[in-house]
């Protein structure tokens, strides 16, 4: 099965979908249970979507890309805590799975690509934060399904770039 990067984003938004919509209907009756079937399913996703992206050495690359967003909805949640603004909450699925998308995806390494690609969640974030104050019912179904493609375009934006850089103007 010949395996890419958008074979990756797509299974690893489905998983990340079905856990977070599983979660979000968890947390109704147990918040603690809903919170950890949010957090295992972004695990998941982000294994997913390495292994079905087919980087070299996937086993270390997912573990590594799921710690880090796990840490990244952690950060937020105790920002949340402290602040006591659920815009804060609300962002911490997106920008954790956008983080495991961030570190996950072939290239690996590349600072401006990186760099890239994190703007691209922080905007995707911005905008599923915003939804949520408008309609959360809306923020529930879109939140899951934003992060990944963003770092997929990110990508492509960033490949743009560097092709129109290297052009030569006559």
Not at 131 to 134: E, S
Not at 161 to 164: N, P, T
């Given at each position: 099965?010949?395996?890419?990067?958008?074979?990756?984003?797509?299974?690893g938004t489905l998983i990340a979908a079905i856990a977070l919509w599983f979660?979000?209907?968890?947390?109704?009756?147990?918040?603690?249970?809903g919170l950890t079937v949010i957090a295992v399913g972004i695990?998941?996703?982000?294994y997913a979507m390495v292994m079905f992206s087919g980087v070299d050495d996937g086993q270390t690359v997912a573990f590594n890309a799921s710690l880090y967003?796990?840490?990244a909805a952690s950060t937020?949640?105790?920002v949340f805590t402290a602040t006591g603004s659920p815009s804060y909450l609300v962002a911490a699925p997106v920008?954790?799975?956008?983080?495991?998308?961030?570190?996950g995806l072939e290239p690996i390494g590349d600072t401006a690509r990186m760099l890239t690609r994190i703007v691209g969640v922080i905007v995707v974030c911005g905008i599923a934060v915003a939804?949520?104050?408008?309609d959360n019912t809306v923020y529930a179904v879109i939140a899951p399904l934003i992060p990944l493609p963003a770092v997929g375009i990110a990508d492509r934006v960033f490949d743009r770039?560097?092709?129109?850089l290297a052009e030569t103007t006559d």
């Open positions: 099965m010949k395996q890419s990067k958008w074979l990756g984003i797509g299974v979660g979000l209907i968890a947390v109704q009756s147990s918040r603690v249970t695990v998941f996703a982000v967003a796990i840490v937020l949640t105790i920008f954790a799975v956008g983080v495991g998308g961030t570190v939804v949520y104050w408008v770039g560097k092709q129109v």
